[in-house]
């Protein structure tokens, strides 16, 4: 069946302006998690979803960054006003259940660059 | 907080040579424990996961052990191929306490580059 995907998958952007990053998660799984990896880091945990609820927000860095998931399914990360040390690749995983620690499905990630 | 710290890379090996990776973490409570895999231009992908003290976690041809004791899940495999050259991440599930939510850590990734 079809994974995790993430659109765009490269975002190029002037400083100050908005941008939107989207994951559609596999059909059916309830927790989907934003990501951001910096170029030879590992993932940084930003925030994530069982369904529409957002359960931990407290890695997003500040206050320009934000995510939703209304209808419990397909995932935005917004970025405001961006700023150059916003440039990574923005990964998305979902997973089929809730509470246990179930296996995460990553997408292929956006690479946002900021000029 | 929580935390991960695994070796450093490159790791470069010839082709059947034994692999360790090491990887210990710091947490409060019981995490569970990844090893994820990324290949050349693909996304990360679970290789192998346990949950609790002395579980082994087995996939491919790679294992990994729970340790508690020394608080290690180190990585390892007993005959490398080049189609093993990868990014490897090591990751814990831990319980946060304020929240009660679960948040994943990931360390920063070792390169792994097997010669023919």
């Known amino acids: 069946g079809a994974g995790v995907s993430q659109s765009p998958r490269y975002k190029v952007t002037k400083r100050g302006q908005d941008v939107a990053l989207r994951c559609d998660p596999i059909?059916?799984?309830?927790?989907l998690y934003w990501y951001r990896q910096a170029l030879g880091q590992g993932p940084e945990f930003l925030t994530y979803?069982?369904?529409?609820?957002?359960?931990?927000k407290s890695g997003l860095p500040n206050d320009r960054f934000s995510a939703e998931r209304p209808e419990g399914s397909i995932s935005t990360l917004t970025i405001q006003r961006t700023e150059q040390r916003d440039s990574a690749m923005y990964r998305c995983?979902?997973?089929?259940?809730?509470?246990?620690?179930?296996?995460?499905?990553f997408g292929p990630g956006t690479r946002l660059t900021v000029l | 907080g929580d935390s991960v710290t695994q070796m450093e890379g490159p790791v470069t090996l010839s082709e059947e040579a034994f692999l360790t990776i090491n990887c210990t973490y710091t947490?409060?409570?019981?995490?569970?424990l990844f090893w994820y895999v990324q290949y050349p231009g693909e996304g990360l992908q679970l290789l192998l996961k346990?949950?609790?003290?002395?579980d082994k976690g087995s996939n491919k041809g790679f294992e990994a052990t729970y340790r508690k004791e020394t608080t290690s899940f180190h990585l390892e495999k007993g005959s490398v191929q080049v189609s093993d050259s990868a990014v490897y991440f090591c990751?814990?599930?831990?319980?946060?306490?304020?929240?009660?939510?679960?948040?994943?850590?990931f360390g920063t990734g070792t390169r792994l580059k097997v010669l023919a």
């Open positions: 995983a979902s997973s089929l259940l809730a509470g246990a620690p179930d296996t995460q499905y």
């Open positions: 059909s059916g799984h309830v927790s």
């Open positions: 979803f069982n369904y529409e609820a957002q359960q931990d």
């Open positions: 947490a409060t409570g019981y995490p569970s």
């Open positions: 346990a949950t609790k003290a002395d």
């Open positions: 990751a814990l599930r831990g319980r946060q306490a304020t929240s009660g939510t679960y948040k994943y850590i």
